[in-house]
């Protein structure tokens, strides 16, 4: 912002919903850290994790380069997309660190009672909408490649992983891997059972 003299209110936006992610993952970190981020990778990895990583700076610098200002509605929707992806990612991320600290196993209430990966759906959340702000089809081509690169891998790897567990199964056909599962005679038995209940 300072280098473009770039003080309009789509860098501003953009600083304070990357900004406010940014810190909230180093409060996550201390308050219920994921111990994936707490293995040692190899040095080559670590490279190439760094310019992944970097590929996040590509969003905001075509925002602030441009000088092009976001429409109104746009930054609301932006805005919106974060706030819920925020929810997502930091609150499902908080229930699986202390259900799993209290209770090893199959997590299959609260946020993963119909999502697999509600994490990961409100870190697209997030990503997406930083991408809105810069109004410019690269970011979302990065993201795509990110989320078929990194996180798509991630989650089925996981799902192999939780495949031990005996209730996985029934599981697994009541909810989605990535967009939750709303529908379906699953889905409509077990919320007709809770009402005769």
């Given at each position: ?18 900004g ?39 969003a905001?610098?075509i ?5 092009t ?41 609260g ?14 959340f ?16 990065i993201?795509g490649?990110?989320?078929?690169l990194?996180?798509i ?26 967009i ?11 919320e ?6």
């Amino acid at each position: 912002m300072i280098a473009y003299q770039n003080f309009t209110l789509g860098p501003w936006i953009y600083l304070a919903l990357h900004g406010t992610y940014g810190i909230l993952w180093l409060l996550k970190d201390r308050i219920y850290p994921d111990k994936q981020w707490e293995e040692e990778i190899p040095v080559i990895q670590s490279i190439m994790m760094f310019v992944i990583i970097g590929l996040y700076w590509v969003a905001p610098y075509i925002l602030i380069s441009s000088g092009t200002e976001p429409p109104i509605p746009l930054v609301a929707a932006a805005i919106c997309l974060n706030i819920f992806g925020v929810f997502l990612h930091y609150s499902s991320d908080a229930q699986k660190y202390y259900t799993l600290k209290y209770k090893p196993g199959l997590i299959t209430e609260g946020f993963f009672a119909r999502c697999r990966n509600t994490n990961y759906l409100g870190e697209m959340f997030i990503y997406i909408s930083f991408a809105m702000l810069a109004q410019h089809w690269l970011p979302f081509l990065i993201l795509g490649g990110f989320f078929a690169l990194i996180f798509i891998p991630n989650i089925l790897k996981k799902d192999k992983s939780l495949s031990r567990y005996l209730e996985f199964t029934e599981y697994k056909t009541n909810s989605g891997l990535i967009i939750p599962q709303l529908w379906g005679d699953n889905f409509i038995n077990q919320e007709a059972k809770k009402v005769s209940k």
